[in-house]
């Protein structure tokens, strides 16, 4: 049976502090109410977590999930980038956190080997077309894919495509919902830089899936990602379960939802896998204070197996790992027993269970 392994993984931000531990620093200044140098993030993990040394190699962030992938072998990577990736730009009006990482830190990205980062999301055009443009430009130069966002409409709504072997493509797309924090102005035009922005609505659902239907082929795997939902909370919107099942309905094989930082329910649909919100992988929130019940510091790494033949899941094994001195780490046995608990407890009601295997990874039981 031939069949496909992913690396998924909810919103990677190596804008701000991130940035300022990398070889090539943007510049520092912020136009945050409390935080004004980016540096300052560095400093809150430190407090927390103990030195961190500057520079950092470009594969720092990443830390324990690069030696996880080169043993697991995923055939395709992909990860939500939540920061711009540029050096100019003017900071976009009427935000109060801005992201961007230096274009010189793109090894940062590829240290990873991804083959699509998604777009559209509520950071990628922080710093105007401008700073949209150089971050096209920054992934293409690295040899990454990109959906979810472009120079006019036609490039921001059209799937990255991964040849796979048989004959075989993994059509991505990647869109965007005021619910993330996505402006109505973000969303592009015929002659407009922006997002594919839509709100998540039956009618949404429905046109997405007539653009998928006449773009995919009979064996074409399709992926949807979508950013959507607010920062914390586990509770799924019904609006949100029936977008994603309409898409599942159409022909759609995985729905790939993130924006909340911590991670959020699992379903099983038709055979079909929906993330409802996979977290965050990198960010520099290390030591901020305030949100202790979610435990932010833990994270996941998501692994499906899907049927190339039908886009069915076969597997799903997850990846738990922790954040520490602005890098990843395994989880320790209590934490990774925490995360597959969560699961197990958010999934009961999608009737999606989870267990932490010998192996330490966390994986979907049978059924």
Known sequence: ???????????????????????????????????????RYVELAESVNGPIPRPVPPQWPWGS??????????????????????????????????????????????AARLDVCTLANNHVLDFGPTGLADTLDTLRTAGIGTAGAGRDADEAWRPAVVPL??????????????????????????????????????ASAEALAERVSREAGP??????SVHWGSNWGYDVPDEQTRFAHTLIDAGV?????????????????????????????????????????????????YLPTLDTETGELRRLRLAPVRMRRMRLEPAAPEEARWLAELLDGLGAPYRTRFALDDDGLIALRAG
């Open 253 to 301: 094989h995985l729905v790939h939802g993130h924006s909340a930082h911590h991670p959020r329910p699992i379903e099983r649909y038709r055979r079909r896998l929906v993330l409802y919100g996979c977290g965050d992988l990198i960010d520099d929130y290390e030591g901020i204070a305030g949100q202790e019940s979610y435990r932010p510091e833990l994270r996941l790494a």
């Open 65 to 110: 999930v690069l030696p996880l992938l080169d043993a697991l072998r995923p055939d395709v990577r992909i990860v939500n980038l939540e920061t711009s990736v540029t050096g100019r730009g003017e900071y976009a009006p009427g935000k109060g956190i801005h992201y961007r990482m230096h274009p010189a830190n793109r090894a940062c990205l590829t």
């Open 219 to 224: 064996r074409d795997i399709v992926v949807v």
């Open 1 to 39: 049976m031939a069949e496909v392994t992913l690396f998924l993984a909810g919103d990677v931000m190596t804008g701000r502090g991130m940035d300022q531990i990398l070889p090539h620093p943007g510049p520092p200044a912020l136009r945050e109410q409390a935080v004004s140098d980016a540096r």
């Open 165 to 202: 072997p048989g004959g075989h493509r993994l059509l991505v797309w990647s869109v965007g919902a005021p619910s993330s924090g996505v402006f109505p102005q973000w969303a592009a035009a015929d002659r407009r830089p922006g997002v594919a922005y839509l709100d998540v609505s039956a």
